[in-house]
């Protein structure tokens, strides 16, 4: 089980679709994509994690447990994401907006970031950001990777610039 500091990771469970709710049904938390979610909406997004687990190499974003109380606090994970005409290898994550700025996210990219360099040998992973969602920004850059381009993605009838954040394996 991959684990850091003060959280654990586990693959989501159609038992998690309330907290799931806390995060995605969160307008502060969900303004990158326009919005919160409605619930056919989050059974979607769990649905797709789920089927990631056995389609994509157990690929997915996971559920972040707080050790301290064992809440689900968050996701955070390994996707494969088109971007500019090839599939990357991304660190994303979403997590309950009473747990922003303390550290959470940054630390659990970390362990992702890790994971992918040491265990998967990945040569390189990215992370694909809104170009408003400064406090993701930030967690990226904390976490090693540096700003590599710049692109728009088309998301619920919106053009929304997106930049492409990249770290490489030194190993």
């Not at 919160?36 to 994690?49: A, G, P, S």
């Not at 689900?72 to 309950?96: A, H, M, S, W």
Request: net charge neutral; glycine share 6%.
């Amino acid at each position: 089980m991959l684990e850091s500091e003060r959280l654990f990771f586990r693959k989501l469970t159609k038992e998690d679709f309330p907290a799931l709710c806390k995060i995605l049904q969160d307008d502060d938390v969900m303004y990158a994509y326009e919005g919160k979610f409605n619930d056919k909406e989050v059974t979607e997004w769990l649905d797709r994690q789920l089927w990631r687990y056995e389609n994509e190499s157990g690929h997915g974003l996971y559920a972040v447990i707080l050790k301290e109380n064992g809440e689900l606090i968050g996701q955070c994970g390994l996707t494969l994401q088109d971007c500019k005409e090839k599939r990357v290898l991304e660190i994303g994550y979403l997590f309950q907006k009473k747990y922003w700025h303390k550290g959470y996210a940054a630390e659990a990219a970390g362990a992702w970031k890790k994971y992918a360099f040491e265990v998967l040998k990945e040569k390189e992973v990215y992370s694909i950001i809104r170009d408003t969602n400064i406090p993701s920004q930030r967690v990226a850059e904390r976490n090693g990777m540096v700003r590599t381009d710049t692109f728009v993605k088309h998301y619920r009838g919106v053009d929304m610039p997106h930049y492409l954040y990249m770290a490489k394996n030194d190993k």
